[in-house]
Nanobody
């Protein structure tokens, strides 16, 4: 079992930046691939970014590529999502998720068994 707690969300103007954090406890964090997803009202949860256990493999949704950056600090059991050049369409609840595999960099929400409670990101125009 692993517990995930997101933080760092908030209200920001378009063009601004935020950094989300996801603190993990329980199951060995350093052996898990991690992902960030988001969900806006009335939409399905969508993939944002993922990172392997070592941090060597990362993958981004096309909509955030070049603007967002995922990273991790295994010594702190934390994964980050740096979001720059934010747009109103980035507004959503952002969730971090943990995979059972350390190398799987997957975009499918159902493949992640562990989820945080989410943090709201609102980008005003």
């Amino acid at each position: 079992q692993v517990q995930l707690v997101e933080s760092g969300g908030g209200l920001v103007q378009a063009g601004g930046s935020l950094r989300l954090s996801c603190a993990a406890s329980g199951r060995t964090f350093s052996s898990s691939a991690m992902g960030w997803f988001r969900q806006a009202p009335g939409t399905e949860r969508e993939f944002v970014a993922a990172i392997s256990w070592s941090g060597k493999n990362v993958y981004y949704a096309d909509s955030v590529k070049g603007r967002f950056s995922i990273s991790r600090d295994n010594a702190k059991n934390t994964v980050y999502l740096q979001m720059n050049s934010l747009k109103p369409e980035d507004t959503a609840v952002y969730y971090c998720a943990a995979h059972n595999s350390g190398v799987a960099v997957t975009t499918t929400p159902s493949e992640y068994p562990y989820w945080g409670q989410g943090t709201q990101v609102t980008v005003s125009s």
